[in-house]
């Protein structure tokens, strides 16, 4: 099984909501970074969210006060809540897990279009 598999992606209208579901090996939790990235057509990799071990948290001032993630230890969950998407949150969505090694999901697409 992969590491890290996202589910949850898909087309949703300007002001719309969202919320991705990132499945992860159960090693990770307590000593990596968790977090999500996203990359636009022609634009780099950028972070969107993540937690560190000690639960701090950080966020992209771009999605600061709309998205919100947090993690689920009984179901090894990594979840990014999304609100009030704008047609500039379009990327593909990536689950990362980052400390002794970098892991990364395989990506889900969040289109947000009228």
């Known amino acids: 099984q992969a590491p890290l598999v996202e589910s949850g992606g898909g087309l949703v209208q300007p002001g719309g909501s969202l919320r991705l579901s990132c499945a992860a090996s159960g090693q990770f939790f307590g000593s990596y970074t968790l977090g999500w990235y996203r990359q636009a057509p022609g634009s780099q990799r950028e972070l969107v969210a993540h937690?560190?071990?000690?639960?701090?948290?950080h966020y992209a001032d771009s999605v600061m006060g709309r998205f919100r993630i947090s993690i689920n230890t009984l179901q090894n969950t990594v979840d990014l809540q999304m609100l009030d998407l704008k047609p500039e949150d379009t990327a593909v969505y990536y689950c990362?897990?980052?400390?002794?090694?970098?892991?990364w999901g395989q990506g889900t697409q969040v289109t947000v279009s009228s």
């Open positions: 990362s897990a980052r400390g002794i090694g970098d892991y």
């Open positions: 937690l560190t071990p000690s639960m701090q948290v």
